[in-house]
């Protein structure tokens, strides 16, 4: 039992529990909110409140058939959904989920992976996750796919660039890339959405269009490309794509979180550096990913869908140069020893 | 188990280059690109350098390699029909290349070999290192390369304008839902509008033109 193996073995199964079941709840936090939102019940048939609606729904796409197109190009079409879920499951290793830990003489840090390059990575595996899309639309061999997935890619990089020197902004003040030092920094000063408003603003939009949620969801608008890239998708492979935007959202609300609101930590208050303590984190954590999903939600039954110059003029126009006026106040802010 | 990963991911680093220039299909191509440069980029990291193999994924395999997939899927570029290696011009540009390639790479090994050149230290390809050494020692180059794609930037600018101010484009160009493509600052006043009164600025600049 060498605890440099157990250790982040352990971290990863906790991170994983978290993150596995984002997609199931929000399925039915998301019918249900917009079911409350539109005034009608929403499912409330199975369990109570319609609580097991995902179990049900679960057992339907496993049961359903799996269905390949006959002009697909198979291995593209096969491999999509499974990669689609690596980057999902792999950027949250740099999210730190409570305090340092003393357990059998030695301590712990609560992140999976406590690399020099923390923030980067997240964003360097977060930027994989347009392959998928890709991948299924041109292998679906559907127009309506491929129309999809070559908006999914001018938007991606569009929005990441804005996404990027937002980040870039709170890693200035702090000097680190590590998040557990984004988030010590955070429990001396201000939480960091109060000085940096503008970049964390730009951080939001684009958090929805590197997720593809309303009012961004361009690749896989409904009601001009039936289903986008996923169209030709059903059954299993369908959910997993479900999956991967959940978890997605969820990696994407942990980040913003730890970079704007103090992650796992609450202000004034500080944990035990004992197993109490890391549940202590692990739950702040979770509520405040919770209270971000709760956002996506309520912003996608509120907003209508941007046209895609929209949201092209939107990304270039507007979002890069706040996000570099942000970075510019900023820097003079680090500068003049105001941060 | 070092040597295993190394082994593991510069054969895959080989055989994905492979692929990327010789599979018919651009698509299939510019996915073994991605992962080539993904094996790049974890030899990087067993290298003791992180930041190069996060930078490596972020902006070639996260970015650039994108660009390519968007243009190919715009474009609809199907398979290959036909090899092009019959073209003199290009095998010779090709063998030139592939002659310097191999000179830079020998030049490397045989300085390597002498003790004029010290090894990467951990520190040297540390952030702090490469910031030091970049901002620094290298200002100069950075600044000329960071020149370099300022002016790539304005001439792929340049390149894609639009011909709006060769003359007034007709209406049954533009798609309905789309601005207009004329730009009423160079071009006037788009002449299929109910006119209002025009700026004088623009009048003037008309009679000039």
């Given at each position: 039992m060498n605890p440099e193996i157990v250790a982040p073995l352990l971290k990863y199964a906790v991170m994983f529990a978290v993150f596995i079941n984002?997609?199931?709840?929000?399925?039915?936090?998301?019918?249900?909110?917009?079911?409350?939102?539109?005034d009608r019940p929403g499912p409330n048939r199975v369990g109570p409140l319609g609580l097991f609606q995902p179990v049900a729904d679960a057992l339907k796409f496993m049961f359903k058939e799996d269905v390949t197109p006959t002009a697909a190009d198979k291995p593209l079409y096969l491999m999509a959904p499974a990669l689609a879920l690596l980057p999902a499951f792999t950027t949250f290793v740099v999210i730190p989920f409570g305090p340092d830990i003393a357990a059998a003489g030695r301590t712990f840090r609560l992140v999976v992976a406590d690399v020099d390059t923390g923030v980067l990575l997240f964003l360097a595996l977060s930027s994989l996750s347009v392959y998928s899309?890709?991948?299924?639309?041109?292998?679906?061999?559907?127009?309506?796919?491929?129309?999809?997935?070559?908006?999914?890619s001018a938007q991606l990089i569009s929005y990441e660039l804005a996404l990027t020197i937002a980040v870039l902004a709170v890693?200035?003040?702090?000097?680190?890339?590590?998040?557990?030092?984004?988030?010590?920094?955070?429990?001396?000063?201000?939480?960091?959405?109060?000085?940096?408003?503008?970049?964390f603003l730009v951080f939001l939009?684009?958090?929805?269009?590197?997720?593809?949620?309303?009012?961004?969801d361009l690749p896989e608008a409904e009601s001009e490309l039936v289903a986008g890239f996923h169209t030709e998708y059903g059954a299993m492979r369908f959910a997993l794509f479900f999956q991967?935007?959940?978890?997605?959202?969820?990696?994407?609300?942990?980040?913003?979180?730890?970079?704007?609101?103090?992650?796992?930590?609450?202000?004034?208050?500080?944990?035990?550096h004992n197993l109490l303590g890391a549940a202590l984190g692990l739950a702040t954590l979770v509520a405040k990913i919770a209270f971000c999903m709760v956002v996506y939600v309520w912003i996608r039954w509120t907003f209508p869908r941007f046209r895609y110059d929209q949201l092209?003029?939107?990304?270039?126009?507007?979002?890069?140069?706040?996000?570099?006026?942000?970075?510019?106040?900023?820097?003079?802010?680090?500068?003049a020893g105001w941060l | 188990?070092?040597?295993?990963?190394?082994?593991?991911?510069?054969?895959?680093?080989?055989?994905?280059?492979?692929?990327?220039?010789?599979?018919?299909?651009?698509?299939?191509?510019?996915?073994?690109?991605?992962?080539?440069?993904?094996?790049?980029?974890?030899?990087?990291?067993?290298?003791?350098?992180?930041?190069?193999?996060?930078?490596?994924?972020?902006?070639?395999?996260?970015?650039?390699?994108?660009?390519?997939?968007?243009?190919?899927?715009?474009?609809?570029?199907?398979?290959?029909?036909?090899?092009?290696?019959?073209?003199s011009g290009q095998l010779w540009a090709a063998l030139l290349a592939a002659v310097v390639f191999v000179g830079m790479l020998g030049l490397t090994f045989w300085r390597?070999?002498?003790?004029?050149?010290?090894?990467?230290?951990?520190?040297?390809?540390?952030?702090?290192?490469?910031?030091?050494?970049?901002?620094?020692?290298?200002?100069?180059?950075?600044?000329?390369?960071?020149?370099?794609?300022?002016?790539?930037?304005?001439?792929?600018?340049?390149?894609?304008?639009?011909?709006?101010?060769?003359?007034?484009?007709?209406?049954?160009?533009?798609?309905?839902?789309?601005?207009?493509?004329?730009?009423p600052l160079k071009s006037g006043p788009d002449p299929h509008r109910p006119s209002v009164a025009e700026p004088a600025y623009q009048s003037s600049q008309r009679e000039a033109s």
């Open positions: 984002v997609a199931p709840i929000m399925n039915w936090v998301e019918r249900r909110a917009c079911a409350f939102i539109q899309l890709v991948m299924a639309g041109y292998a679906s061999n559907n127009k309506f796919s491929l129309l999809g997935s070559i908006r999914a890693i200035l003040p702090v000097g680190s890339f590590h998040l557990s030092d984004v988030v010590a920094y955070q429990r001396t000063h201000l939480w960091n959405f109060i000085p940096q408003l503008i970049g939009i684009a958090s929805f269009a590197e997720t593809n949620r309303l009012p961004f991967a935007e959940y978890t997605n959202m969820a990696a994407l609300s942990a980040l913003g979180v730890t970079l704007y609101f103090g992650g796992w930590s609450l202000p004034g208050i500080e944990y035990p092209m003029r939107l990304g270039w126009k507007v979002l890069l140069p706040l996000a570099i006026l942000n970075l510019i106040l900023v820097a003079a802010m680090t500068l | 188990m070092e040597t295993v990963v190394f082994g593991l991911f510069a054969a895959l680093a080989l055989v994905s280059a492979l692929v990327v220039v010789t599979h018919k299909s651009p698509i299939y191509s510019t996915l073994a690109l991605v992962l080539t440069l993904f094996s790049v980029a974890v030899l990087f990291v067993l290298l003791g350098a992180p930041f190069l193999g996060a930078l490596q994924v972020l902006v070639y395999a996260g970015a650039i390699v994108v660009l390519f997939l968007f243009v190919i899927m715009l474009l609809n570029v199907q398979k290959e029909e036909m090899s092009h290696v019959g073209s390597a070999g002498s003790p004029a050149v010290s090894p990467l230290t951990p520190e040297s390809v540390s952030l702090k290192g490469l910031a030091a050494e970049l901002f620094g020692t290298y200002l100069l180059p950075f600044e000329i390369v960071g020149l370099l794609l300022l002016v790539a930037v304005i001439g792929a600018t340049v390149a894609a304008r639009r011909p709006s101010e060769l003359g007034p484009i007709r209406e049954d160009e533009y798609v309905s839902g789309d601005e207009p493509r004329t730009d």
